[in-house]
């Protein structure tokens, strides 16, 4: 898959990027509230491990899975990228360096395949330092999308 020039290349202006971002979030949104529990656990866990919801088990979370906003997910995505919420996520999109802020969800779907996984960002920029690409903070790991 081709890595979409506009973002590469930060030609996109911050609020489509910011649509991005809001397109995502529907479709986590989405997957979180599914009946597949292979679609929604994924999404769960990543609200748990942002401390979107606090209290509350896995297993709860699931079987109330319907109580999950759209907000809920931003405010994931916005924490997962080092903002305390949406709106400061929102801002910051909107700003200087979009294409440095989109979560890894976006970025994914535009740099394909191998994606490498190491865990943690440090050995993540070793590898990026000598076989090239780009990394990202995922979490407690790290990926390198390759360069093409």
């Not at 405010?75 to 909107?94: C, M, N, Q, S, T």
């Given at each position: 898959?081709?890595?979409?020039?506009?973002?590469?290349?930060?030609?996109?202006?911050?609020?489509?990027?910011?649509?991005?971002?809001?397109?995502?979030?529907?479709?986590?949104h989405?997957?979180?509230?599914?009946?597949s529990?292979?679609?929604?656990?994924?999404?769960?866990?990543?609200?748990?491990?942002?401390?979107?919801?606090?209290?509350?088990?896995?297993?709860?979370?699931?079987?109330?899975?319907?109580?999950?906003?759209?907000?809920?997910?931003?405010?994931?995505?916005?924490?997962?990228?080092?903002?305390?919420?949406?709106?400061?996520?929102?801002?910051?999109?909107?700003?200087?360096?979009?294409?440095?802020?989109?979560?890894?969800d976006?970025?994914?779907?535009?740099?394909?395949?191998?994606?490498?996984?190491?865990?943690?960002?440090?050995?993540?920029?070793?590898?990026?330092?000598?076989?090239?690409?780009?990394?990202?903070?995922v979490?407690?790991?790290?990926?390198?999308?390759?360069?093409?």
């Amino acid at each position: 898959m081709q890595i979409d020039p506009s973002i590469e290349n930060n030609d996109l202006p911050g609020r489509q990027v910011a649509g991005l971002v809001l397109r995502e979030a529907k479709k986590l949104h989405r997957a979180a509230t599914s009946d597949s529990l292979a679609n929604s656990l994924p999404v769960l866990r990543r609200l748990l491990s942002t401390q979107v919801f606090h209290g509350i088990s896995l297993p709860e979370l699931s079987r109330r899975r319907g109580d999950v906003q759209r907000k809920h997910v931003l405010r994931a995505l916005a924490i997962e990228a080092g903002f305390p919420g949406w709106k400061e996520y929102r801002d910051a999109l909107v700003g200087k360096e979009p294409k440095a802020l989109l979560p890894f969800d976006v970025l994914r779907s535009r740099f394909g395949y191998p994606n490498l996984w190491f865990s943690s960002p440090e050995e993540a920029e070793s590898h990026a330092a000598e076989h090239g690409g780009r990394t990202m903070q995922v979490g407690q790991q790290a990926v390198v999308f390759p360069e093409r």
